[in-house]
């Protein structure tokens, strides 16, 4: 079993499989070279962006992403005003400082390569990383995928043989599950809510207190960056000129009358869910929920319902634990990336997640939370991936304040019925899975299709 601390993950923007997963595999990378004796003969180092990785890379931030790791910088720990200072200064000088003290010619101009002819056989997002010594025999030569939300598997791992699944990894759990349905038999046979069932096996992982300190800690990181998006202004990086809306929504919201959930519900959630992702798209700090373009829905959610009470650091937790299970769920039996699955997989399982979180707060059963959580990804089937330009910003910010609302009503849908909804949540996982399969690649992270291409031809 995976943790939901797995699914959420503290880094930056602006995309988890672009820009977080890569930070870790360069990372790994020199971690490697160090750990086999062989980093004081290095002299040289390439890096290979393949297939998604190359298409929308440089949008994507995805050189700077590479030229981070190979500082051995950790997403989850690195400053993003520091980080930017190093990469400047790595793409002025050409040179790439080792940790052994040593310097060696890096020009990330030229040894980042961009491999656009290059398709992967095993996952979209390939990075191929080589190390030469003086005279140019490789040290190293290791290929990595970043499979979404800030995960990454070598080819061994992706090639494993289906038989191998059956194996233990990690730290046996108490309520083990594969699936929703296995899930829901654990909570109806113990009485446990859905969140108290994925407590338990976090329990097994760590202790209760340090499980609740880096839920906190993942709680804050989300409010910061609403805090910060809803105050900074002016252009985001790229090249298409958006402009920051989300201080201007929230200063009107600010300076109105006191707020009308029926008039002004949707403003209040779509002004949270676009701060994060403004913040994204410039690259600050983040939490993968499970992905940076889906990185807004959750803590809008979070932020309009499950604060400023007297209980609200339970209530924040409770989601979490319930969102992340959910995430765990189509992790394990699909994808969350838009590499795979299309944007069905970042803003579709962001919203599915979300709307069992809050449904589990607003006090449902684990049916009903699993029926919200059904409702929220139906709604999203065939969400295609086409960012305008590479970058993380058209369509996917509205796209993130879109699905908040999403969210918050199929929570409130699934709190109408007991009874499990005609369509299973199981059933809805592998329909995504499905449909992103058959989905064309031009319409999974590469910029070859949809409004990626219609709306600079207009």
């Not at 962006?49 to 030229?67: C, D, E, M, R």
């Not at 409770?318 to 039996?333: H, M, V």
């Not at 059904?374 to 910010?397: A, S």
Request: glycine content about 10%; aromatic content about 4%; charged content about 20%.
């Amino acid at each position: 079993m995976l943790s939901v601390l797995d699914i959420f993950r503290v880094g930056i923007g602006p995309s988890s499989s672009h820009t977080v997963g890569p930070i870790r595999i360069g990372n790994r990378f020199m971690a490697h070279l160090a750990n086999s004796g062989k980093l004081s003969r290095v002299d040289r180092i390439v890096a290979e962006l393949q297939g998604s990785l190359a298409l929308t890379g440089a949008g994507h931030a995805t050189p700077k992403a590479v030229v981070l790791g190979l500082l051995n910088m950790e997403p989850e720990t690195l400053d993003p005003e520091e980080a930017d200072r190093l990469v400047a200064q790595a793409y002025e000088e050409k040179t790439l400082p080792l940790t052994d003290g040593r310097f060696i010619k890096f020009d990330p101009e030229t040894d980042i390569r961009f491999a656009y002819d290059v398709m992967p056989d095993l996952h979209p997002n390939g990075l191929r990383i080589c190390a030469y010594d003086k005279t140019q025999e490789i040290l190293a030569d290791e290929t990595w995928y970043s499979t979404g939300g800030g995960f990454i598997a070598t080819r061994k791992q992706l090639e494993r043989p289906v038989e191998d699944d059956i194996l233990p990894v990690g730290d046996p759990v108490p309520f083990e599950f594969g699936s929703a349905a296995q899930l829901l038999d654990h909570c109806h046979g113990n009485r446990l809510s859905i969140d108290a069932v994925i407590l338990a096996n976090e329990d097994a992982k760590r202790s209760r207190a340090a499980t609740e300190a880096s839920l906190d800690r993942i709680a804050s990181v989300m409010m910061a960056c609403v805090d910060r998006g809803l105050t900074r202004k002016g252009e985001l990086p790229g090249g298409l000129k958006v402009r920051r809306r989300a201080p201007d929504i929230w200063q009107k919201l600010q300076d109105g009358p006191p707020s009308n959930e029926r008039e002004q519900l949707f403003d209040w959630l779509n002004v949270y869910a676009m701060a994060v992702n403004e913040e994204n798209a410039a690259g600050g700090q983040v939490v993968t929920a499970p992905t940076n373009g889906a990185a807004g829905i959750i803590p809008a959610v979070i932020r309009h319902y499950c604060t400023d009470t007297e209980d609200s650091v339970e209530r924040v937790r409770k989601f979490l634990l319930t969102a992340g299970g959910i995430g765990l769920l189509y992790k394990q039996r699909a994808s969350i990336s838009g590499a795979e699955m299309g944007c069905q997989g970042e803003v579709g399982v962001a919203c599915s997640m979300a709307a069992g979180g809050l449904a589990a707060v607003w006090g449902g059963t684990a049916q009903q939370v699993a029926n919200a959580a059904e409702i929220g990804m139906e709604h999203n089937l065939g969400l295609t991936c086409d960012p305008v330009g590479g970058l993380v910003q058209i369509p996917c910010i509205e796209r993130n304040a879109i699905g908040a609302v999403k969210a918050a009503n199929a929570a409130r849908l699934a709190l109408h019925s007991l009874e499990q909804t005609k369509v299973s949540l199981d059933q809805v996982i592998e329909t995504m899975r499905q449909t992103g399969l058959d989905m064309s690649s031009k319409y999974k992270e590469t910029s070859q299709g949809g409004l990626a291409v219609n709306v600079i031809e207009c």
